[in-house]
């Protein structure tokens, strides 16, 4: 059974960089697309960028520009690097295929960005 784990998630200072990370368990990165999704009190989980198994990728207008991702199957890992963080990218961020299934939500991890 596939689990999948986030981090890299920390508090940072607007316009710096993190990188995340997703490390999952089992066979899914070399045949599913694969996303990271964003929650923010009081908001909707999003959608935030998206990877097929070909390599194509997708981003939300609010990081585009901003974001990168990728994914290494071999090693059944996607990464997120986010660059010039705004506070409103303040969120818990999710790895989960695209279109996200129901049993792969994990617990997440936080991003703060503030002054």
């Known amino acids: 059974q596939v689990q999948l784990v986030e981090s890299g998630g920390g508090l940072v200072q607007p316009g710096e960089f993190l990188r995340l990370s997703c490390a999952a368990s089992g066979t899914i990165f070399s045949i599913k697309s694969m996303g990271w999704y964003r929650q923010a009190p009081g908001k909707q989980r999003e959608l935030v960028a998206s990877?097929?198994?070909?390599?194509?990728?997708n981003y939300a207008n609010s990081v585009k520009g901003r974001f990168t991702i990728s994914r290494d199957n071999a090693k059944n890992t996607v990464l997120l690097q986010m660059n010039s963080l705004k506070p409103e990218d303040t969120a818990v961020y999710y790895c989960n295929t695209d279109p996200p299934a129901w049993v792969y939500w994990g617990q997440g991890t936080q991003v703060t960005v503030s002054s």
């Open positions: 990877i097929t198994t070909g390599g194509s990728t």
